[in-house]
Structure formats: C-alpha cells, structure tokens
C-alpha cells in the first residue's frame, strides 16, 4: 500500500501496521474505537481516553516533548502524528527510522478524512465509513437557534491566544452557526482593548489551558455585554470519534443560551 500523508510524503505499507505509536490523543481515541487498541504500544502522557485501555499502554512524553529514545525502543512499524500537535523536529527524526505519517487537521472535513485514513491502512473501511457516517448524520440532526452570533474562543492566557481561521475549531463552531470575530489564521496572540466588533459569546476551555472561574471574571470587565461561558476543551478541540459526544455537547450548551 502506498499513501501519501497531510505532508505530501509517500509512505509505503507491505500490509497493515501491526504495532502503532500515536502522539495526538484524539488519534489515539478514534483508533481505539476503530477495534485497534492492541496494535498500539505508545502514546503520549496527554492520551487519556479510552481511560480503561490507555492507562495500559507505554508513555512517551508529552504531544510537544516526545521522547525519541522512549519511540525508538518500542520499534513501532507506524506512527501517526499532527502537525498542529507535534513538533516539527520530533517529526523529522522520527520519520527517519520509522514509517511516520503526519495528519493536518484543520476543519471538520479534515477529520473526516482521519477516519477514513486510518480504516484504510488497517483494512478496518467498515469501520471508519460507519463512524464518519454516523457523525455526519449526528451532526445533520442538529437544531439550535441558526442566530449568528459572534464569538472568541480563547485557547491560551499570558499572552491571551485564541482559535482563528484555518483551525478545527472554528470549523466545528460554523455547524452550530456561530460565526468566529477574529479573521487570523490558526492561534493568533491578542490585545483584549483592540478587540472589535464585541463577541457576543465567549468560550474558556479546560484545555490547552485550564481557564477558571478567575479568568471569567476578568474577561466580563472586558466584555460586559458578552456571555461567557466555562467549557469542556475536550469537545472543541478534539476530532476523529470525539465528534459523536461533541455534537450533543454543543448543541445542549447552546441550546440554554
């Protein structure tokens, strides 16, 4: 099998993969629920769901502090990556001594896609067409209010950071209608005083930064008029079989605004 990742690199595969490392959780998920969890035997400290299989499996490191010696002692006949998640070095050794193949996920199509990939370098197409056809029709099932608001998602604090254009994100947000204030690509930096037009909801995930209470104070100052909302991270920012549980998040959470 020859395939050709988000990186335009050809991979080559004699037969499905027998032993995977994933160093992006939302891989390491959806692999999981594709019937894969045997093959893999690494991933990363932020891999953490399936909770009653991952607590199983060989950590290493972190999604940007991968450790090489750690990957290279589990001889993995395939790893998957992100660009968006992992390190651009971290990938180039590795792609040096082993099949590496790099997704780049940037809209709700994109992950998709990472479904269907995976199912077909494991034989598992059934598997993968079922579940993105049952995401599709989940999300086609929706119904909120088609109002569209305006909204920043804030990813990150010192230096505030939030979800721009180009991202995953954004994407998922469009389904529900809302329609993202800031026209930047990927995760740009801002200056809360140079903020315009206002959002009229404003999102604080429980990752990449764990935003409180505090944080929400701080932001109403700011943004008297906007509602702000303390959110699940998970939900927004992580793709493949995640997107099932997201859609009713989503629509629940918006439905009470």
């Known amino acids: 099998m020859i395939l050709t990742d988000d990186l335009k690199r050809t991979i080559n595969f004699l037969s499905p993969p027998e032993t995977i490392v994933s160093l992006c959780p939302s891989v390491t998920e959806t692999l999981c629920d594709l019937g894969l969890s045997e093959k893999i035997i690494g991933i990363t400290d932020y891999c953490i769901h ?20 750690k990957v290279k002692t589990l001889i993995p006949e395939i790893i998957f990556a992100v660009k968006d998640e992992n390190s ?8 040096e001594n ?20 995976l199912g077909k370098i494991f034989d598992k197409t059934k598997n993968a067409t079922s579940l993105s056809e049952n995401i599709v029709k989940t999300f086609s099932k929706i119904q909120v209010t088609k109002q569209h608001f305006g909204y920043l998602y804030f990813v990150w604090k010192n230096p505030w950071m939030v979800a721009g254009s180009n991202t995953y994100t954004e994407s998922l947000l469009s389904k529900f209608y809302l329609k993202n204030i800031i026209n930047k690509s990927k995760y740009p930096e801002i200056e809360l005083k140079n903020i315009s037009p206002k959002p009229e909801i404003i999102f604080l995930p429980s990752e990449p930064y764990k935003f409180s209470k505090t944080d929400k104070m701080e932001l109403q100052k700011v943004f008297p008029k906007s509602k702000i909302l303390l959110v699940d991270g998970e939900m927004f920012s992580w793709y493949g079989s995640r997107m099932l549980k997201a ?6 959470l918006l439905d009470k605004e």
């Not at 651009?88 to 792609?95: C, E, G, P, Y």
């Open 50 to 69: 399936p909770r009653d299989i991952v607590k199983n499996i060989n950590k290493v490191g972190g999604t940007k502090t991968v450790s090489i010696t």
């Open 88 to 95: 651009k070095k971290t990938i180039k050794i590795l792609s």
């Open 98 to 117: 082993f099949p590496c193949y790099v997704f780049d996920i940037n809209s709700f199509s994109d992950a998709l896609n990472m479904i269907n990939i």
């Open 247 to 252: 859609a009713g998040y989503l629509e629940k």
